[in-house]
């Protein structure tokens, strides 16, 4: 009976926790959707990429989340984050590694998460064809980033509640166990 209670406690807590990550975007001058009508889609340029267009700087982006979240998946929310400031490029998208020297309530048992940033830029008098006509990653970000990450608050919430719920019916299963073993 211990068993199947460990059992319920390690799966309440995985049917509620979430893949941990935090963006956070710091305009480099004010609200950009004033100016700027929403973009049709967001480009991309990697750090390794040569720039060959101008532009206004609008943004840094910065992700920080757990090694085993996809890239392709990161770098689409890296776009969303600039689309929702009306940006239609990224550019210098770069990935690292960081480490703490203490475990935190927000990066677990985990010292080493990934580190990805990108600048949000404007294009000056785009070529046609260079921004994509392309909104794939609102609907990643939306529904898989925006259920996991923009609420991590809420995310903690639901795996403590699971693991409460868990502990709660293990320390029952104990009670029950040593009542029995009395008779």
């Keep these: 009976m211990k068993f199947f209670a460990l ?6 807590t995985q049917l509620f926790a979430n893949e941990t990550y935090f963006t956070s ?3 480099l001058q004010d ?8 973009p049709k889609g967001v480009l991309v340029k990697l750090f390794q990429d040569t720039i060959d267009f101008e532009f206004e700087e609008i ?3 910065e992700i920080h989340c757990d090694a085993s979240l996809d890239k392709e998946e990161v770098i689409q929310q890296l776009q969303y984050v600039a689309w929702k400031n009306c940006s239609d490029a990224i550019i210098d998208v770069a990935e690292g590694n960081a480490v703490r020297n203490r475990k935190t309530k927000y990066y ?4 080493e998460h990934q580190v990805y940033s990108a600048l949000a830029v404007r294009i000056k008098n785009p070529k046609q064809g260079l921004i994509p ?4 990653f609102l609907n990643v970000a939306k529904n898989k ?3 996991k990450g923009e609420n991590s608050a809420s995310a903690a919430f639901f795996a403590g509640v699971g693991a409460t719920i868990g502990a709660i019916v293990f320390i029952l299963a104990g009670i029950n166990l040593d009542e029995q073993d009395v008779d």
Excluded: M
Excluded at 31 to 38: D, E, R
């Design 7 to 12: 059992l319920l406690i390690v799966l309440s």
């Design 25 to 27: 975007f710091h305009p």
């Design 31 to 38: 609200s950009t959707c004033k100016k700027y009508p929403q």
């Design 59 to 61: 943004g840094f982006i």
């Design 108 to 111: 677990g048992a985990s010292n």
């Design 133 to 136: 006509n392309n909104y794939d």
């Design 145 to 147: 980033y925006r259920a």
